[in-house]
T-cell receptor, first 114, second 112 residues
Framework: QQQVKQSPQSLIVQKGGISIINCAYENTAFDYFPWYQQFPGKGPALLIAIRPDVSEKKEGRFTISFNKSAKQFSLHIMDSQPGDSATYFCAASKIYNQGGKLIFGQGTELSVKP | NAGVTQTPKFQVLKTGQSMTLQCAQDMNHEYMSWYRQDPGMGLRLIHYSVGAGITDQGEVPNGYNVSRSTTEDFPLRLLSAAPSQTSVYFC???????????FGNGTRLTVT
């Protein structure tokens, strides 16, 4: 049973466009929602994370939008660049579940065309 | 700092063979974990550890063993490899609650 569902599976965006990746979760006990970015041949790396007490968090061109009532959160990449081409994973965890126990979405392969 | 180091980078096994995937971190993190990455499945937790001598099962533990004798090392053992264990394996560490996971660069395992 997939507790975190991610869409789309793949995404092609023109340079300068907005990339949007969506995730939905089932377990209301989740209260930490990170996004990880993975380049080919590398391990995932934390991009940005949000807690459910805020509806939006922005870091540079990357924004997380969070809708607690709908149990959904999304990643927006503004002014997408070819260097953003990577696989993106959303994830969720419970704060009292300790570090290292993340539930990941299925991943989105983003390609930004020049 | 090397971060999280995984060896080997690539491995091919025959069904029934055993092997150990090595993982070491030099950040003095208490928490370490193993994930496997499969197409369309994301990353799934195999085993994790909250400190030396303490391990627990994750979402997909069958066929894998772990031990944590030191803070730095967290090896993953496949006792009798099966084709279903063909995957990319990632080791990760973190200093604690809701802190970033630091991943190694993975081991690509093929079981024929």
């Amino acid at each position: 049973q997939q507790q975190v569902k991610q869409s789309p599976q793949s995404l092609i965006v023109q340079k300068g466009g907005i990339s949007i990746i969506n995730c939905a979760y089932e377990n209301t006990a989740f209260d930490y929602f990170p996004w990880y970015q993975q380049f080919p041949g590398k391990g995932p790396a934390l991009l940005i994370a949000i807690r459910p007490d805020v509806s939006e968090k922005k870091e540079g061109r990357f924004t997380i939008s969070f809708n607690k009532s709908a149990k959904q959160f999304s990643l927006h990449i503004m002014d997408s660049q070819p260097g953003d081409s990577a696989t993106y994973f959303c994830a969720a965890s419970k704060i009292y579940n300790q570090g290292g126990k993340l539930i990941f979405g299925q991943g989105t392969e983003l390609s930004v065309k020049p | 700092n090397a971060g999280v180091t995984q060896t080997p980078k690539f491995q091919v096994l025959k069904t029934g063979q055993s092997m150990t995937l090595q993982c070491a971190q030099d950040m003095n993190h208490e928490y370490m974990s193993w994930y496997r990455q499969d197409p369309g499945m994301g990353l799934r937790l195999i085993h994790y550890s909250v400190g030396a001598g303490i391990t627990d099962q994750g979402e997909v533990p069958n066929g894998y063993n772990v031990s944590r004798s030191t803070t730095e090392d967290f090896p993953l053992r496949l006792l009798s490899a099966a084709p279903s264990q063909t995957s990319v394996y990632f080791c990760a560490s973190t200093r604690g609650l809701n802190s970033p996971l630091h991943f190694g660069n993975g081991t690509r395992l093929t079981v024929t």
